[in-house]
Every structure is written in C-alpha cells, then in structure tokens.
C-alpha cells in the first residue's frame, strides 16, 4: 500500500491525510506484529523527518481517530499501557502471546469456526464475533 493508496483510505474514512497520520499508518503496515503506542513513537521520532512536533499524544490521538475507524486493532494485555495495535486485516486472527518476552505471534485460521456454528444452532444465538488469545512461554524463553 503506498501513500496514495493511504491518502485514499483516509478519505473513504473522512479523515483529514495529515503527514504524521499517514506515518503511524504506514508504520502499522510494516509492522509484523502488533505494537505499543511507545514502540510506535520511539520508532517514529528516531526519523529526523518526523521529529518537529510528533509527540506521544499525538500518536496516541492518531491510534484513537484509527480505532473510531475501526481501521486498526486494539488488543489491550492486562494493563492499558501494554495494549497494543495492529492493522485490522478483514481476515479475522488469534494470536499467540508469549507471558514472559510479551511476544506476540498471529496463527493462522480459527479453530472456532464449526463451535461457532454448533453454538448458535444450539443457543439460537446470532453470533458476532469471538477473541481468542493464546498465552504461553515462546520456544526463545523457554531456554
Ligand atoms: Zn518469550
Ligand atoms: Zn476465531
């Protein structure tokens, strides 16, 4: 996706293409994995062309305007200053999330598909959504 693209995303979302909206997105996107507001602002700020007035509240509006858009995922980890974000992807994903680094690993597919179907046959329950996360130890820490 380049920046034209994003710009035409923006729009179809009404929002306005400011440079540091077009930059924490662009961001999102090459992440391979979810991320902290933090991460995102450190990352950012490390980049000379960034540095005039992008600050933390700015990235963390920025997420927020993103969120009402529902143009990314918030994934929020005991605490509200680990959740993370991540471009919502139509796909729907689970993750595995590793309790000791906080490393966090999408898997492919859902295994709740066919209980999904059994529940809402059995329960008559029209059926939404369901968020599953995974935690456990990663094969790095486990050494
Ligand atoms: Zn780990
Ligand atoms: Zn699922």
């Known amino acids: 996706m380049n920046q034209e693209a994003i710009g035409r995303l923006f729009k179809a979302n009404n929002i306005k293409n400011t440079k540091h909206r077009l930059n924490v997105y662009s961001y999102l996107l090459s992440c391979k994995q ?22 933390q509240s700015t990235v963390y509006r920025i997420l927020d305007t993103f969120l009402k858009h529902q143009m990314i995922v918030k994934t929020t980890l005991g605490n509200d200053s680990r959740a993370t974000f991540e471009i919502k992807h139509h796909e729907h994903r689970h993750h595995l999330i590793c309790v000791s680094c906080n490393q966090i690993t999408p898997i492919s597919g859902c295994p709740l598909k066919g209980y999904e179907k059994m529940l809402s046959e059995t329960s008559q329950f029209k059926i939404l959504e369901h968020k599953l996360e995974i935690f456990g130890v990663c094969p790095k820490c486990q050494k």
């Open 34 to 55: 979810p991320v902290t507001a933090d991460a995102i602002y450190l990352d950012l700020v490390r980049d000379s062309r960034n540095q005039e007035n992008l600050n």
